[in-house]
């Protein structure tokens, strides 16, 4: 069974910085990285394809940067400046086709 795992989360104080981290334990997959504040709907960050290639929800692209090491099987999202809005479960997801797997998600605090 294919499984994305999120790492990464935590409590950071406004204008602090994290790198979230997704393993996925077999497969080459397009993958992103979503979040969801509580009473929210589910929000598109960014992705990265298996070759590379980046895209970035506007909102947010100034403040983070997706990549990938694919000997590692791993994406990572790195979150700078982060703000109080910014406090939300983090999730990643893998894409191959019409596959969509989600990680269990990371939960994110910013706080002072």
């Known amino acids: 069974q294919v499984q994305f795992v999120e790492s990464g989360g935590g409590v950071v104080q406004p204008g602090g910085s994290l790198r979230l981290s997704c393993v996925v334990n077999r497969g080459t997959w397009t993958m992103g990285w979503y979040r969801q504040a509580p009473g929210n709907q589910r929000e598109w960050i960014a992705s990265?394809?298996?070759?590379?290639?980046?895209a970035y929800a506007d909102a947010l692209k100034a403040r983070v940067t997706i990549s990938r090491d694919s000997w590692k099987n791993t994406a990572y999202l790195q979150m700078n400046n982060l703000k109080p809005e910014d406090t939300a479960t983090y999730y990643c997801?893998?894409?191959?086709?019409?596959?969509?797997?989600w990680g269990q998600g990371t939960q994110v605090t910013v706080s002072s």
């Open positions: 990265i394809t298996s070759g590379g290639a980046t």
């Open positions: 997801n893998g894409v191959r086709g019409s596959e969509t797997v």
